[in-house]
C-alpha cells in the first residue's frame, strides 16, 4: 500500500512531457513548432496587410474583405479538418491542409490579382484553422488531455504572436518597400519545414470512434455545449480585445498610438507568461478552479481598463487581462478531452462554434462603436466576458450534478 502511494506521487512529479515515449515526444515536438509558425502567421496578416494594400494599390474595401476572407477560411477549417481524416487519414489530411498557408503566401507575393489575392488569404484561413484543429487534437491525445500540454501549446503560439510583428519590422528594414515579401518568403520557409515534420510523423491514420459513437452525437452532450459556450465567448472577447484595444486608446485620445501599440504587444507578452505559468502548475490544480479564476480576472481588469484613462493603471489592467486570458482557452479544451478522443467530430465544430464568436464580435463592436461611439462598442465586450463566467459557473454545477450521480 505504501508502495503504490509512493508510485502515485512520483507520478504527480513528473511533467506531461516525461512520461511519453521517443515516438510521442517527437509528435509533441514537432507540434509545438508548428503551432509557433501559426503564431506568426497567424498573427502577421494585419501587420502585412497595409503594406499589402500599397503594393498592390487596394481599396479599403478590398482590404477588409482580405480579412474576412481569412476569418471564412478558419471557420470551414472546422468543417473540412473534422471530416477529412475520416476518409483520407489524418496524416495525408494534415499534410494537405497545413500547405494551404505556404501556397497562399506564394500567391500573394506573385500577384495583386483581387480574385487571387482573395483566394490567398482564404488558404491561410484554412491552414491556420486546420492545424490548430490537428495540434490541439494531437495534444490532448498524446498527453491524456493535460492542461499543462495544452496550455505549453497555447504559450509557443503567443512567442510566435509576440515575434509577428518584429519579424515585419525587421524585413522592411533590410528590404524596404519590398519587405514585407521577405517576411512572406521567411514564412513559406517555415510553413515547408511545418508540412515536412507533419509527414514524418508516426500516427493513426485513422481516428476510431467507440462503438456507437460515430458521428455527430456528441452534439447530445450537455458538457460539450457548456465548454463550447465558454470557448465562443471567449473568443469573442479575446479577438475584440485584441483588434479594437489600439484603436479605443487613440480614439478616446488617452494615449499616443505608439504607446497603444506597445501595450497590445505587453498584452501578448502577459498571455505567454501565463500560458506558461498554466503549463508548469495545471495539472496540480483543479480545470475548475482555474477556470473560475482566470475568467473572474479576466472580467475584473477589463472593468478596470475601462473605468480610468490613467495610463499607469491602463497598463497594469492590460498585463491582469493578459495574464487571466492565458489559461481559459486550453483548459476549456482539456475538459471537453474525452468527448474529442471519442468523436472525431468534436473538435471541428468546437472551434466552429468558438470562431463564429470572434467573427460576429468585432462586427457587432464596430456598428456599436459608429453608433454610440467607441467606449460603449468596448463595453459591449463586457457582456461577453460575463456570459464566459456564467457558462464557467454552470459547467462547475454540471459537473457536481454529475458526481453526486455517480
Known amino acids: ?130 492545424v490548430s484543429n490537428f495540434n490541439n487534437t494531437m495534444v490532448n491525445e498524446v498527453s491524456d488531455s493535460s492542461p499543462s500540454a495544452l496550455s505549453f501549446l497555447h504559450s509557443v503560439f503567443a512567442v510566435g504572436a509576440i515575434i509577428a510583428p518584429i519579424l515585419v519590422i525587421f524585413s522592411t528594414r533590410i528590404a524596404g518597400d519590398n519587405g514585407w515579401k521577405l517576411s512572406a518568403i521567411i514564412i513559406i520557409i517555415m510553413t515547408s519545414l511545418s508540412i515536412f515534420m507533419f509527414s514524418r510523423m508516426d500516427m493513426k491514420e485513422k481516428v476510431k470512434a467507440k462503438a456507437g459513437r460515430k458521428g455527430y452525437e456528441f452534439l447530445k452532450s450537455e458538457v460539450f ?99 487571466s486570458m492565458a489559461g481559459i482557452y486550453p483548459t476549456t479544451v482539456s475538459k471537453v478531452g474525452k468527448t474529442i478522443k471519442d468523436y472525431p467530430m468534436a473538435m471541428g465544430v468546437l472551434l466552429v462554434l468558438g470562431g463564429v464568436g470572434a467573427i460576429v464580435m468585432p462586427i457587432l463592436t464596430g456598428a456599436l462603436s459608429d453608433a454610440l461611439g467607441i467606449f460603449a462598442g468596448m463595453s459591449a465586450i463586457v457582456v461577453v466576458l460575463i456570459l464566459m463566467m456564467t457558462f464557467v459557473i454552470l459547467s462547475i454545477i454540471q459537473g457536481k450534478r454529475e458526481a453526486k450521480v455517480s
Not at 108 to 116: A, H
Not at 261 to 275: N, P, T, Y
Not at 282 to 301: A, N, W
Open 1 to 130: 500500500m505504501k508502495m503504490k502511494e509512493e508510485e502515485n506521487r512520483d507520478m504527480q512529479k513528473e511533467n506531461f512531457y516525461t512520461r511519453l515515449d521517443k515516438r510521442e515526444k517527437f509528435i509533441l515536438n514537432a507540434v509545438f513548432y508548428v503551432f509557433f509558425v501559426n503564431g506568426i502567421f497567424a498573427m502577421i496578416m494585419g501587420s502585412l496587410l497595409p503594406l499589402i494594400s500599397r503594393e498592390y494599390n487596394l481599396s479599403d474595401t478590398m482590404s477588409g474583405s482580405l480579412i474576412s476572407m481569412h476569418s471564412l477560411g478558419n471557420l470551414i477549417s472546422g468543417f473540412v479538418a473534422g471530416v477529412l481524416p475520416l476518409y483520407i487519414g489524418r496524416k495525408r489530411s494534415i499534410v494537405m491542409l497545413s500547405s494551404f498557408v505556404t501556397i497562399g503566401f506564394i500567391l500573394m507575393i506573385i500577384t495583386g490579382n483581387p480574385f487571387i489575392l482573395l483566394l490567398a488569404f482564404l488558404f491561410t484561413g484554412i491552414s491556420r484553422g486546420s
Open 225 to 323: 455545449w457548456i465548454n463550447a459556450g465558454i470557448l465562443f465567448f471567449y473568443l469573442a472577447g479575446e479577438s475584440t480585445i485584441n483588434g479594437w484595444i489600439v484603436k479605443y486608446f487613440v480614439d478616446a485620445e488617452i494615449m499616443t498610438i505608439g504607446y497603444a501599440q506597445l501595450l497590445a504587444s505587453i498584452l501578448w507578452v502577459a498571455i505567454l507568461v501565463g500560458r506558461i505559468t498554466v503549463s508548469v502548475y495545471g495539472d496540480r490544480v483543479r480545470k475548475d478552479t482555474i477556470l473560475i479564476v482566470t475568467t473572474s480576472g479576466t472580467v475584473l481588469f477589463y472593468l478596470l481598463l475601462l473605468s480610468t484613462t490613467n495610463v499607469t493603471v491602463i497598463t497594469i489592467a492590460i498585463i491582469g487581462i493578459g495574464l
